[in-house]
């Protein structure tokens, strides 16, 4: 469906144009993910530490911390913690999962899975990139201004952010960062909409599309729509913060007329519920198609997993007030927002039936991608499931802000976005790199990982349950949370192992990178279009541009006779 | 591998005195609606449980049936199939009538009714502004006169007391940053915001000594900011507030202007 031509330009020849300001789509998603790889290891750092303050309370950081914090002999002190979590929050949510799973997968399957040669706007693509850097460095050098960085939480609910509650000029290069980490993302996203749109190889219609861009597109309408919300909302805080405005003061802090600090909040979850889907429909279209090519079977009802993808992109632009039930809105918000809440799960449980229907009768290979899929089902499942208790507005008295929520949203946006990512590491190593990643460590990596996180996410939910709240540096200055002493330091060593069996990933990833096993042309043996061309990928994609003749899960159909169980989407569909 | 995991969970409660199950739980209820919350969780879990165990059952059940030693050859279907598209429909819509609308309905009624139903206002009720502020939380009762803002209100600072057998409701107001007021053991919290009063509304069934703690992030001193609540009998509370009134009226500093940061209550 080009509708204009795609010429082959020549490969760049300078180290510059070809490595740092590149136009070419897969070397921009190798910079986003390393880029995303590096933010991993910060926020994951940083979670450590977070970890290491809840169960040890007042004991020094072990080997860094002496260097870290030399005023308090290693100890992290109660203002540095607050940084840590919300830098934590701000660098997973956009400086890591968005780079990994929307800028380098995005990025990288897009037009290879859609059989073009590039983004249709490769300038902005770039754009997209080097803003992303410049918001990381304004977030980074956050953390060396007097006062510290932005120590309000991720959310910054003002007046907390505001003068009043944050005096310091971090908070200020906070809000600066997400303003331009915004732009990137809208760049990012427009790219996405429209080469999809316009780029689909000759033959492709909608559904003929893999499901991981059935999700990437959809996460990228997500982002345009409302990353441009977050950023006004953000750039009136800054407006508060520089020029004396007084959009979210009220009370005896607003000198100059009044507005209101809930106000924020009502911007901040319009784009926050949907950012919560932004992170997770590329997960779930990957796995979606993950589950598909390891069973060795069609994905099971492929157009209803799409629509209910489509769906409930839609419906969680309709729910954000569950976020904000304890600032006492009008009940009749209350129970819309909650019943619109509740819907979501008719989509969510149609493409779970879905994923159980692809694996069903399937001839499954337990290759470390697929365990990585499987995974994603199962902390999906458990995350969806928790979130009822928080949909519902009674419940959620009880357990909003508490380490329950904590949980949930972990399990949701870090446990699966992160297996998702993995997964997709692993099964797109040799197309980005044309090398192989050793499968046995993967394997290591996939069991550890899930111990680590499952004991950390459920461990956070039960003291979440038992009453222990967000945010604090010492659970235990109170007295009914001092029986969960035992179990925040179970929590802290399931993280421990959880950060330690990434070591794992990093050694895997690094030496296949360096004397990895030379990765065939599909050694996957799956027929969507990126595997029709060599490992890894010509700097053109595709010498000729493909013609799509059936969906991408063409997998034991009976009437092959060829010796494959697959077929390439360019190739007729064998009937009988 | 094993070996890591029962060094985890020896670890974590070899200190053990309390039952796994003790630990897990949440805080005494002491108010007269609690349970609701507390039932609509336990439905919610029983619900949840069945159906994650059969998302399990599908997923390593599948996993073991369907590998490739066991099944080599793959049955080949889209799942387009009339009885395949019934089954997944079948699946979201039984998740959501038989679950979702009714904790809906439950938590709604419950909502609606109970604890978005404030007592009317010529109820005999127990009034107490809150004002938060970084860090600590400031009570005010009407004292004798029964209004607020008045020369002899009671003042506490971190320490609500409350009666059991009678209503109680607060309203909120915070001088600087978002607070939340969080009663663990009343299973409610409610944001205090500048600029515009919150209210919350309980009964108490069990004197003792308690906690109250703000949930929502307010700064370095956020996880300090806890106060302490403690429950009379009906005839205990009248003693403290007359003696407290008292004191109020011989003790006030009503030459500060601070004092009078209470608010004429809202109905």
Known sequence: MATFEQHIHPAPTTFLSKYIFSFDHKVIAKQFLWYGIFFLAVGGMMALMIRWTLAFPGEAFPIIGTMLFPDTHGVIPPDTYAMLFTMHGTIMIFYAITPILIGAFGNFCIPLMIGARDMVFPTLNMLSFWFAVLSAIILMSSLFTPLGAAAGGWTSYPTLSTVIGSPGVGQTLWALAIFVVGISSTLGAINYITTIIVLRAPGMGYFDMPLTVWGLWLTAILNAIFLPVLAAGVLLLIFDRVFGTTFFLAGAAATSGSGDPVLFQHVFWIFGHPEVYILILPAWGIVSDLLSFFARKPAFGMKATALSMTTITILSTLVYGHHMFTTQMSPLLTQSFMTLTMTISIPSAIFFANWLGTIWKGSIRFTSPMLFSLGVVFVFGLGGLTGLYLGTVTTDLYLHDTYFVVGHFHYTMAASVLLGGFGAIYFWMPKMFGVMMNECLAKVHFWLTMIGLNGIFMGMMIVGYAGMHRRIYNPFVYEYLQKLIPINTFITYSAILMGLSQFIFLYNFIHALLKGEKASDNPWEVGTLEWTIPSPAPHYNFKEIPVVKCGPHEFGNPNLKNGRDYQYQTEQLVEG | ?267
């Open chain 2, 1 to 267: 591998m094993s070996f890591a995991i029962m060094y985890f969970i020896s670890s974590a409660f070899a200190d053990t005195h309390m039952s796994f199950w003790e630990r897990i739980s949440p805080p005494k209820d002491i108010s007269v609606n609690g349970h609701l919350i507390d039932y609509l969780f336990h439905y919610t879990t029983f619900f949840n449980i069945v159906f994650f165990l059969l998302v399990c059952a599908g997923l390593f059940g599948f996993s073991y049936l369907y590998a490739k030693k066991r099944h080599p050859i793959a049955y080949y279907t889209h799942g387009n199939k009339k009885i395949h598209v019934i089954v997944a429909t079948l699946i979201g819509a039984f998740v959501f009538f038989a679950i979702d609308l009714n904790i809906t309905r439950m938590s709604s009624n419950d909502f609606s009714k109970i604890f978005a139903n404030f007592p009317k206002k010529d109820e005999d009720v127990i009034k107490v502004e809150v004002l938060a502020q970084q860090w600590m939380w400031t009570f005010r009762y009407a004292g004798a006169d029964q209004v607020f803002n008045t020369d002899d209100d009671v003042i506490t600072t971190n320490d609500l007391r409350l009666p059991t057998g009678k209503k109680v409701v607060l309203e909120l107001l915070s001088k600087d940053v978002i607070h939340s007021l969080f009663l663990p053991n009343v299973r409610q919290k409610v944001d205090a915001m500048p600029g515009r009063i919150s209210k919350m509304w309980f009964e108490l069934t069990t004197p003792g000594n308690y906690e109250i703690a703000c949930a929502e992030m307010c700064g370095t001193h956020h996880y300090k900011m806890a106060s302490k609540f403690k429950v009379y009998s009906p005839e205990d509370f009248q003693r403290w507030l007359a003696t407290a009134n008292q004191m109020a009226l011989a003790e006030n500093d009503l030459a500060n202007a601070d004092y009078f940061w209470g608010w004429q209550w809202e109905e």
